[in-house]
Nanobody, 114 residues
Framework: EVQLQASGGGLVQAGGSLRLSCAAS????????IGWFRQAPGKRREMVAY???????VYADYAKGRFIISRDNAKNTVYLQMNSLRPEDTAVYYC????????WGQGTLVTVSS
């Protein structure tokens, strides 16, 4: 069974940092392009960042310069380092294949206070 488990969310003040983790089981990170998505209250889910198989990365405009996506193939885990967090980054963050083709799971809640 393929599973992606996002973790690492929490409450942080504006300007702070968090690192999210996406642990994959039942697949290897080479099988899929894995990306991060988020859904803020009352808004549609949107793509945050993903890393292509050639190592190149794609970021949403709001994430450029603040967020870094990386992966540890040995641990089958994809990370999202989020710096300079803003209240508008408050959302549930999910990981999924790109394009999304796996279950969304519970996600991990990130709350940024002003």
């Amino acid at each position: 069974e393929v599973q992606l488990q996002a973790s690492g969310g929490g409450l942080v003040q504006a300007g702070g940092s968090l690192r999210l983790s996406c642990a994959a089981s039942g697949i290897t990170s080479d099988d899929y392009v894995i990306g991060w998505f988020r859904q803020a209250p009352g808004k549609r889910r949107e793509m945050v960042a993903y890393s292509r198989s050639d190592g190149s990365t794609v970021y949403a405009d709001y994430a450029k310069g603040r967020f870094i996506i990386s992966r540890d193939n040995a641990k089958n885990t994809v990370y999202l380092q989020m710096n300079s967090l803003r209240p508008e980054d408050t959302a549930v963050y999910y990981c999924n294949a790109v394009p999304p083709s796996l279950g969304w799971g519970q996600g991990t809640l990130v709350t940024v206070s002003s």
